[in-house]
């Protein structure tokens, strides 16, 4: 599932294993992160490795949930559920 306001921009994936309690928590936190805080045109890309399993070697995602930052060479990644906006901003170097 993408989402994105059209215009292109930064690329974030969220790795989640199910739709548990801490997958739609990291899931709403993700997507009030890009839609309140992050340069228009940033797109979200949620990815289930319940039902695809072979995507978690793209990033070596070890634990879920993980939002990864794709792009300029580089991805930046940040595990959990996304509560802390202050860490998950920094973490993705805003």
Excluded: F, K
Excluded at 19 to 24: C, D, G, I, P, Q
Excluded at 61 to 78: E, W
Aim: aromatic letters at 2%.
């Amino acid at each position: 599932m993408s989402e994105s306001t059209g215009i292109a921009g930064p690329c974030l994936r969220l790795y989640i294993a199910g739709r548990t309690t801490l997958a739609n928590r990291a899931i709403a936190n993700a997507r009030a992160l890009v839609r309140d805080h992050l340069p228009e045109g940033t797109s979200l890309e949620i990815v289930d490795l319940e039902d695809d399993p072979i995507r978690a070697d793209e990033h070596r995602v070890l634990a879920t949930p993980m939002l990864v930052q794709i792009g300029d060479g580089r991805a930046r990644s940040i595990v959990g559920d996304l509560s802390d906006l202050t860490g998950a901003l920094s973490g993705l170097g805003y």
